[in-house]
């Protein structure tokens, strides 16, 4: 009796194991368009509330990369940057975004092209055009933030 409870134990988990992989192979196809974009709103949304820094969903090594210098390179360290605020202080919105999935063909990547208004106690300052790129893991995580940005003065 007990062998026979043992093999219908290893059939239910043998079972198990086989129903249960195709779940694991789709979540290794990588973050839908919708789950990137919800990542990389978060991200531009703590641009202008840091508040909003904490709930960005980072890998734990995130680079950040600006205009080509590496401004960034863990999640703790983003995140913190975000949430003090100092460099960010003076954006006042985010405006005019347009997303694109997968640019160039460059799979788990979406683009957020933007305008960021700069200024300080009500007085405009300048604006700034933004074209960033997002590489999210299977797990819609940001892991790499490439930013390019042009600064034009007050109209």
């Not at 059939?11 to 789950?35: D, E, F, R, Y």
């Not at 401004?71 to 975000?82: G, H």
Request: negative net charge; glycine residues 6%; contains cysteine.
């Amino acid at each position: 009796m007990k062998a026979g409870l043992g093999r219908l134990l290893a059939a239910a988990a043998l079972a198990t194991t086989l129903v249960a992989a195709p779940a694991t192979a789709h979540a290794a196809t990588g973050c839908s368009q919708a789950g990137s974009q919800a990542a990389a709103q978060k991200y531009l949304d703590a641009l202008v509330d840091r508040n909003a820094a904490w709930s960005i969903p980072l890998a734990p090594f995130v680079l950040r990369i600006e205009n080509g210098l590496p401004t960034s390179v863990s999640a703790v360290d983003l995140k913190l940057q975000l949430f003090l605020h100092v460099q960010y202080s003076v954006f006042t919105s985010i405006e005019n975004v347009v997303w694109t999935w997968q640019p160039d063909g460059r799979a788990g990547v979406i683009n957020a092209h933007y305008d960021i208004p700069v200024g300080l106690a009500g007085v405009s300052l300048a604006s700034s055009t933004v074209d960033e790129d997002f590489t999210l893991t299977a797990a819609c995580t940001i892991k790499r933030i490439d930013a390019t940005f042009t600064i034009e003065p007050a109209a």
